[in-house]
T-cell receptor
Framework: GDSVTQMEGPVTLSEEAFLTINCTYT??????LFWYVQYPGEGLQLLLK?????DKGSNKGFEATYRKETTSFHLEKGSVQVSDSAVYFC?????????????FGTGTQLKVEL | EPEVTQTPSHQVTQMGQEVILRCVPI?????FYWYRQILGQKVEFLVS????????KSEIFDDQFSVERPDGSNFTLKIRSTKLEDSAMYFC?????????????FGAGSRLTVL
């Protein structure tokens, strides 16, 4: 079945450091790919998405490129801030039946320190 | 910006009790979902709902779970007889469609604690 694999956390960085959170997927067909973020005490928020190969999603300084050849969707940010501390979830979506559902990775906790 | 609203934010219940978690999806959305996240684990799909019926459910969604959309605005998840392992954060989500760039919008979650 479909699956998403993320690097394990927690990832601890100093402010202004470069961030990469790896995500790879296994799926048949052509899924859409997403990064969701969960700030402490809050729900899941869509961070960015890409719907086809070579698309780049970007938002709030974060970027991820849909790489079909490596089945990857790594999240990057050039300079992290303390406010970026959260759990980041990679997810894929396939169309199934009368709707669609997301398959999530395990989440990667990011801690950014001064 | 439209949002998905969930109540209660936190519920504590005794094992064996019935629990109803409520969600108000975005008004023009047609597809509705429940997911759950056990503490420290990944977010898991429970069920999807479209056109007043379940369109897909996971193996987690057994006979003790049910969903309904009683009045055209609310979308509820009922757990008939709660177990300790039902303790989790339950997220409701809704979506407008199933194609292209349509995305799911999640609520803030309802934390269920079963004692």
């Amino acid at each position: 079945g479909d699956s998403v694999t993320q690097m394990e956390g927690p990832v601890t960085l100093s402010e202004e450091a470069f961030l990469t959170i790896n995500c790879t997927y296994t799926a048949t067909g052509y899924p859409s790919l997403f990064w969701y973020v969960q700030y402490p005490g809050e729900g899941l928020q869509l961070l960015l998405k890409a719907t086809k190969a070579d698309d780049k999603g970007s938002n709030k300084g974060f970027e991820a490129t849909y790489r079909k050849e490596t089945t990857s969707f790594h999240l990057e940010k050039g300079s992290v801030q303390v406010s970026d501390s959260a759990v980041y979830f990679c997810a894929l979506r396939k169309l199934t039946g009368g709707g669609n559902k997301l398959t999530f990775g395990t989440g990667t906790q990011l801690k950014v320190e001064l | 910006e439209p949002e998905v609203t969930q109540t209660p934010s936190h519920q504590v219940t005794q094992m064996g009790q019935e629990v109803i978690l409520r969600c108000v999806p975005i008004s023009n959305h047609l597809y509705f979902y429940w997911y759950r996240q056990i503490l420290g684990q990944k977010v898991e799909f429970l069920v999807s709902f479209y056109n007043n019926e379940i369109s897909e459910k996971s193996e987690i969604f057994d006979d003790q779970f049910s969903v309904e959309r009683p009045d055209g605005s609310n979308f509820t998840l009922k757990i008939r007889s709660t177990k300790l392992e039902d303790s989790a954060m339950y997220f409701c989500a809704s979506g407008l469609g199933t194609i292209g760039a349509n995305v799911l919008t999640f609520g803030a979650g309802s934390r269920l604690t079963v004692l």
